[in-house]
T-cell receptor
Framework: GENVEQHPSTLSVQEGDSAVIKCTYS??????FPWYKQELGKRPQLIID?????GEKKDQRIAVTLNKTAKHFSLHITETQPEDSAVYFC???????????FGAGTILRVKS | KAGVTQTPRYLIKTRGQQVTLSCSPI?????VSWYQQTPGQGLQFLFE???????NKGNFPGRFSGRQFSNSRSEMNVSTLELGDSALYLC????????????FGSGTRLTVV
């Protein structure tokens, strides 16, 4: 199948706390997992990605983990700031890898 | 490098009309994918074009079609517009396809009245 489930749909955290968003995918051939951030009225922008030969990747306050056996991957944001408030989308490559299927999105609100 | 350019930014059309949206990818990118974004459905894949050929297709009705030109610019067309076609249409540019990462355009906001 071609399905990516994303949880939670909304997440509110206090500034400085951590935020975790989780996604599961159904296609065992999926091998590329990007995360996009979309601020209000703007285009989605790639913030971090991971490929299937890697279990974890980190970029400053953002990290992504991948569990291929369980078919799930997660986005971790530490020391959240108000500017992290946005909608976050996970995605997984499908089939021949040329197509990305997206999760439904998570609205992250960071309260100061 | 110039980014991904989508035109027009906004469109208002009447039910039953047709519409054509345009996307110019990043220079050198050969893959263009189109997505429909709505509040309830998230980002839904329409189709992907690579070197003027449709390589992947989503689960949309035949009213949705597209094409790609030799300079990699792509157009999508929606015929016999329905109210439910109101959405943000995003174009994603990539060197080879989704596995290599997308850069999105700003989108075309289509409103059908």
């Amino acid at each position: 199948g071609e399905n990516v489930e994303q949880h939670p749909s909304t997440l509110s955290v206090q500034e400085g706390d951590s935020a975790v968003i989780k996604c599961t995918y159904s296609d065992s051939a999926s091998n590329y997992f990007p995360w996009y951030k979309q601020e209000l009225g703007k285009r989605p922008q790639l913030i971090i990605d991971i490929r299937s030969n890697v279990g974890e990747k980190k970029d400053q306050r953002i990290a992504v983990t991948l569990n291929k056996t369980a078919k799930h991957f997660s986005l971790h944001i530490t020391e959240t700031q108000p500017e992290d408030s946005a909608v976050y989308f996970c995605a997984a490559s499908i089939g021949n890898g040329n197509k990305l299927v997206f999760g439904a999105g998570t609205i992250l609100r960071v309260k100061s | 490098k110039a980014g991904v350019t989508q035109t027009p930014r906004y469109l208002i059309k009447t039910r039953g009309q047709q519409v054509t949206l345009s996307c110019s990818p990043i220079s050198g990118h050969r893959s263009v994918s189109w997505y429909q974004q709505t509040p309830g459905q998230g980002l839904q894949f329409l189709f992907e074009y690579f070197s003027e050929t449709q390589r992947n297709k989503g689960n949309f009705p035949g009213r949705f079609s597209g094409r790609q030109f030799s300079n990699s610019r792509s157009e999508m067309n929606v015929s016999t517009l329905e109210l439910g076609d109101s959405a943000l249409y995003l174009c994603a540019s990539s060197d080879q396809g989704g596995y290599y990462g997308y850069t999105f355009g700003s989108g075309t906001r289509l409103t059908v009245v």
